[in-house]
């Protein structure tokens, strides 16, 4: 067996905050969403995903892969937001296995409405904080660790509007 390598105590302080600032970003950004939208953080990310997808419609395992979700969890809240006429799940004519997930147009107005105080609330939790240089070397580090997270690049990535995938 091979001797571990322990963290430094710098390395540790590093990873212990960074941690925390994980943990804290997205308990932030849900108690913001819940408050001011009554949306946790997971439904709006589905939202947009379902918004910014080809006919704001994806097949449930492609919601649940974008989202980084099991299929089990992604169908309890699916339910919820069907129940509350945001979203609508169906099957194609000749597809009888794979369940389609699509935004309604009532959906895509709660998302409006909730897109705001959302973008001000990631604001002022990270890019507020951040010089702009700082802001290139976070993004840098995140593609390092995506690097060596998914070096395949299996895993989505951030999708621009243009439809084109950054694969780094």
Same mark, same amino acid.
């Given at each position: 067996?091979?001797?571990?390598?322990?963290?430094?105590?710098?390395?540790?302080?590093?990873?212990?905050?960074?941690?925390?600032?994980?943990?804290?970003?997205?308990?932030?950004?849900?108690?913001?969403?819940?408050?001011?939208?009554?949306?946790?953080?997971?439904?709006?990310?589905?939202? #947009?995903?379902?918004?910014?997808?080809?006919?704001?419609?994806?097949?449930?395992?492609?919601? #649940?892969?974008?989202?980084?979700?099991?299929?089990?969890?992604?169908?309890?809240?699916?339910?919820?937001?069907?129940?509350?006429?945001?979203?609508?799940?169906?099957?194609?004519?000749?597809?009888?296995?794979?369940?389609?997930?699509?935004?309604?147009?009532?959906?895509?107005? =709660?998302?409006? #409405?909730?897109?705001?105080?959302? =973008?001000?609330?990631?604001?002022?939790?990270?890019?507020?904080?951040?010089?702009?240089?700082? =802001?290139?070397?976070?993004?840098?580090? #995140?593609?390092?660790?995506?690097?060596?997270?998914?070096?395949?690049?299996?895993?989505?990535?951030?999708?621009?509007?243009?439809?084109?995938?950054?694969?780094?």
């Amino acid at each position: 067996m091979a001797e571990v390598v322990w963290l430094d105590d710098g390395q540790q302080r590093t990873w212990r905050t960074f941690l925390a600032a994980v943990h804290l970003l997205d308990a932030s950004l849900d108690r913001q969403l819940r408050r001011d939208s009554g949306l946790p953080h997971t439904y709006y990310q589905a939202l #947009a995903m379902l918004s910014e997808a080809p006919e704001r419609s994806l097949t449930m395992t492609e919601l #649940a892969r974008l989202l980084r979700s099991s299929p089990s969890r992604l169908s309890h809240a699916a339910a919820k937001l069907e129940d509350d006429g945001l979203i609508r799940r169906f099957r194609r004519p000749g597809d009888r296995r794979t369940t389609f997930v699509e935004l309604t147009e009532k959906g895509e107005r =709660v998302l409006e #409405a909730a897109a705001p105080g959302h =973008v001000a609330e990631v604001r002022r939790v990270l890019f507020d904080v951040l010089e702009p240089e700082q =802001v290139g070397q976070l993004r840098a580090i #995140a593609e390092a660790m995506l690097g060596v997270l998914d070096p395949e690049g299996a895993e989505p990535r951030y999708t621009d509007p243009g439809g084109t995938r950054t694969r780094n």
